[in-house]
């Protein structure tokens, strides 16, 4: 599943990737900081939307009833409902607090209308997670995808400025939803159930509560930084964050999506359950520790040579800080997916509290008295504790710390070094990047043949298979 999710969607991905380079050279920082204020306080909101209904569906070890997932859809429903309603009411506020535009507000309604469009996905989504779909899956969100970044690079282009986005969502969010239904159809009922709504939540709740302190760690922080930092502030720790992530947006989105129901179907069989989880945190942090030392390399190079980004400079300090995070979160993520799956809620819940009050603590703090770089230098101390959830997941699935984890790294330390090296002997222009890019790579694979021989390519083959060889 991690295969087919991975290969099937890199190459979009990549058009995601060339989406973004385009929209940072068409738009400015403070348009950007718009857009992500606007998306974290309906990002923040949303998570009012759900009680955790969707991921006890999806953890339930038995066949799932109708009433359960008809009285999921009613709650979900009605949540979102109100929660529009509670944010219309909150746009006076709002627009003063952050001397938002108009067309800052109607990009507000459109992220909000995006959220009702999503929820209306929930159960069709639920369905082929549980199956174990993900052929299927990655479909309406391969759509999403292509159509939200040739809208949103199209109409930047042709100077739309913030409405460029708002258009890309609302595109984004009617493809998804009729993608969704045509795949996977499923007619809702107004049908509710008091049982099976108390069963699920005993699973929900915990997992939401997870899920709010996520919320009030991230866009909630954002949502406050807005205020100290300004939209220009906001848009260059956006721009950091957005180059800093997307080797994880890349590669682990995928496999989370298919771990935890896989985890939850395995959560018996400690055995397998340690391999899987060995294979797919090797499998992330092989691709994404070397993507995200690599950008820290070429980053400032891009800032010289392309034209009209000379204005992110100042986000590449950022950038490097912020990366630290992707480091750790390359593994992490997965480990705090591993305990949810297995029933250990409370365990990611301690954590996620710890986390929170951190990221409260240091960001804001640093973020007063040294701005941009104070936050990003904030998120990199947060990061550095994520090693406290590696020792509390491997006391209970004792997978390899070595294989997963530790020769990945070295082998993407050797590859920067090499190529932090030769960047002092090459002049500024995108043959250097060119050459830092394929001298990068070939020494990373170097020395991950030297770490894991015939290992590597035999995971390389079997994974080659998955992508390119349709089974019957």
């Given amino acids: 599943g991690v295969a087919v999710l991975t290969g099937r ?6 058009l995601s990737l060339v989406a973004v380079g385009f929209l940072t050279v068409f738009l400015e920082p403070n348009e950007f900081g718009v857009f992500w204020i606007v998306s974290a306080i309906v990002n923040f909101l949303a998570y009012f939307s759900d009680v955790g209904l969707a991921a006890a569906l999806i953890q339930k070890k038995e066949k799932l009833a109708e009433d359960e997932l008809s009285t999921t859809f009613v709650v979900q429903q009605c949540l979102v409902v109100t929660i529009l309603l509670f944010l219309y009411l909150l746009t006076p506020f709002l627009k003063s607090y952050y001397n938002l535009s108009d067309e800052g507000l109607m990009l507000l309604f459109a992220l909000a209308f995006s959220l009702l469009l999503s929820s209306l996905k929930t159960i069709p989504s639920v369905l082929m997670e549980r199956d174990l779909e993900f052929g299927k899956l990655v479909i309406p969100q391969v759509l999403e995808n292509l159509v939200y970044n040739l809208v949103a690079v199209f109409l930047a282009w042709k100077g739309y400025g913030i409405k460029s986005f708002t258009y890309a969502v609302l595109a984004r969010g009617f493809i998804g939803l009729f993608a969704i239904y045509i795949l996977k159809p499923w007619f809702p009922k107004l049908a509710f159930s008091k049982k099976a709504l108390k069963k699920l939540l005993s699973f929900g709740i915990p997992y939401q509560a997870n899920t709010f302190l996520a919320t009030i760690k991230d866009d909630g922080l954002i949502v406050y930084l807005g205020g100290v930092l300004g939209a220009g502030g906001i848009g260059l720790l956006g721009w950091a964050q957005k180059w800093a992530y997307m080797p994880l947006r890349l590669f682990m989105d995928h496999v989370l999506k298919v771990t935890f129901p896989a985890f939850s179907r395995m959560q018996d069989d400690k055995e397998h359950l340690e391999k899987a989880i060995t294979q797919s945190i090797f499998f992330v942090c092989f691709l994404v520790f070397p993507s995200v030392l690599g950008f820290i390399i070429i980053a400032p190079f891009l800032t010289k040579i ?136 070939l020494t990373y694979l170097a020395f991950s043949y030297f770490i894991y021989g015939s290992k590597l390519t035999e995971n390389v083959r079997k994974i080659t298979n998955e992508i390119f060889v349709k089974k019957n």
Avoid: C, H
């Fill in 9 to 14: 969607t890199f190459f979009l991905n990549i």
């Fill in 306 to 441: 392309i034209p009209r980004y000379e204005k992110w400079e100042p986000a590449l300090l950022p950038l490097a800080l912020i990366s630290i995070n992707t480091l750790f979160a390359a593994s992490t993520t997965q480990l705090t997916n591993l305990l949810n799956s297995i029933g250990k809620i409370k365990v990611t819940f301690k954590l996620m509290i710890m986390w929170t009050a951190l990221t409260w603590l240091f960001v804001p703090l640093f973020a007063k008295k040294y701005g941009v770089n104070g936050a990003a230098f904030g998120y990199m101390l947060v990061g550095l504790t994520s090693v406290i959830a590696i020792y509390i997941s491997y006391k209970y699935v004792k997978f390899s710390l070595t294989d997963s984890i530790f020769k990945p790294l070295f082998a993407s330390a050797v590859m920067f070094s090499v190529t932090i090296a030769l960047r002092n002997f090459l002049s500024t222009d995108i043959a250097a990047i060119v050459i830092l890019v394929v001298v990068g790579a």
